[in-house]
């Protein structure tokens, strides 16, 4: 079984969130005989927390990552 785990708080004024804090995981592991790449972006605004997960296979991870990556600059904290 092969894992990596890619830590990183980005910093990249393109993908903050206006008044969030955002921080990226990126880990590939094996399963089902398969290397997935799955990255977590955990947003985080005072004491609310959102996790989204993006997967894909590891062989096509750096074709998905610029469509995960676009799709997080959507994300927008909103109040009710």
């Not at 708080?9 to 799955?38: F, S």
């Amino acid at each position: 079984m092969r894992c990596w785990i890619w830590v990183a708080l980005l910093v990249q004024p393109t993908l903050l969130i206006i008044g969030c804090k955002l921080a990226r995981l990126m880990v590939e592991d094996e399963q089902n005989n398969q290397l997935l790449r799955q990255t977590f972006y955990i947003f985080s605004k005072k004491n609310t927390k959102f996790t989204v997960t993006c997967s894909a296979l590891a062989e096509e991870g750096d074709k998905f990552a610029p469509i995960f990556e676009a799709s997080m600059k959507t994300f927008r904290f909103e109040t009710p």
